[in-house]
């Protein structure tokens, strides 16, 4: 009699799940071991749930612990993602928006200016005010951005002596800008609705990759000697992260 062994790989083990009380609210909490971890990780993923990542030699109780201990910032995480969510996804007339890190009002022009709308000084012609507008807005800003960013890139390079091989300016979804090994830094468009002290933050931060292409601390180091504020820039992405999306 001849037996064949047929080798079947089996699914891994279900991830530990747990709830945790975050402020009036119960989240689901995925606890994820991965042993190239180096540490405990917290995030709030876009569903609602939560998930910590376990290091290697880490432990289930030590992860809830962890996460327990960041009840408040999972809270503060929670109401961000609130309000990201009830951010209307098209633009009338009437609807807030940011630019250069102030709100907004779109608004139509008067009679005369039948097609014509308003925003924060700008004006743009558009085939019907009534329509979403944000296809035409995005545009408009995307322009801005185009004239705007790279001549400050160019400006910041020169005081701090860098040579910047090329510049482009994209519409990134995970990121405010980025800096390649030749010397190409490319930046979102969006920046041109953040305030002035945040773009100019990232310029700064992709220049100091020229000088170290990594996020060491010797790299925070030459960030923090540029611009020293860059702890409130990057609170200001962090809590308004929803406009890349």
């Not at 709830?19 to 190239?36: A, D, E, I, K």
Request: charged share 25%.
């Amino acid at each position: 009699m001849l037996f064949e062994w047929i080798f079947r790989p089996q699914p891994p083990p279900a991830s530990p799940v747990v709830h945790l009380s975050v402020g009036p609210q119960t989240l689901p909490l995925l606890m994820v071991r991965n042993p190239r971890a180096r540490r405990y990780l917290l995030r709030l993923n876009p569903d609602g749930t939560a998930r910590v990542t376990i290091p290697r030699g880490g432990s289930l109780m030590a992860a809830r612990q962890f996460a327990e201990r960041h009840v408040a910032w999972l809270e503060h995480e929670l109401r961000q993602l609130q309000t990201r969510l009830r951010k209307p996804v098209t633009w009338k007339v009437g609807t807030e928006i940011l630019l250069r890190g102030d709100t907004v009002r779109i608004e139509a022009g008067p009679d005369r200016e039948v097609g014509i709308i308003h925003f924060g000084g700008e004006a743009i012609r558009v085939p019907d005010p009534s329509a979403d507008l944000r296809p035409a807005i995005e545009g408009h800003l995307r322009q801005l951005a185009t004239r705007e960013l790279p001549s400050r890139v160019l400006e910041l390079a020169h005081r701090h002596g860098l040579s910047v091989r090329r510049i482009t300016v994209r519409s990134q979804r995970s990121r405010w800008g980025s800096c390649s090994p030749r010397g190409t830094i490319s930046l979102n468009w969006r920046l041109v609705q953040t305030p002035i002290f945040v773009s100019e933050y990232i310029c700064l931060h992709e220049l100091m990759h020229l000088r170290q292409m990594n996020h060491s601390a010797r790299f925070w180091r030459e960030v923090e000697c540029v611009c020293p504020g860059y702890r409130m820039a990057e609170r200001w992405l962090k809590e308004h992260s929803g406009l890349l999306r």
